[in-house]
């Protein structure tokens, strides 16, 4: 059964606005997120080994998110506020922890 054309996008580019949103923003973020576990939870090394196999899990959560969004830049803002935050995050945490 073929998709219902109203419901689909018409403009190339929120199509590829999306699907980079998806793919390397969520890369990023979900990168982000994973440097920034260590920083606050106890044996950071181990984390952040064992984080190694939920990488893959987020990145295919924040691979669907844009597409739930009608406009494909309004993702990418989203994505970009989510990627400034996280990085002041793990700066001033990087700076201020002393176990690494």
């Known amino acids: ?5 109203k419901y689909l996008n018409k403009s190339p580019w929120h ?7 998806g793919v390397i923003g969520g890369y990023i973020i979900t990168a982000l997120i994973h ?3 260590p920083l606050f939870l106890p044996y950071p ?3 952040l080994i064992t984080s190694i196999f939920t990488v893959f ?7 669907i998110i844009p597409f739930l ?3 494909g830049w309004k993702a990418w803002t989203l994505y970009l506020i989510i990627i400034v935050i ?6 001033y945490g990087n700076q201020h922890n002393p176990f690494l």
Do not use: D
């Open 86 to 91: 996280l990085h002041i995050i793990y700066h």
């Open 45 to 47: 090394k181990e984390v």
């Open 57 to 63: 899990m987020v990145w295919c959560l924040f691979l």
């Open 1 to 5: 059964m073929p998709a219902n054309p």
């Open 15 to 21: 199509q590829f606005a999306k699907i980079t949103a």
């Open 35 to 37: 440097l920034c576990l």
């Open 69 to 71: 969004f009608t406009n």
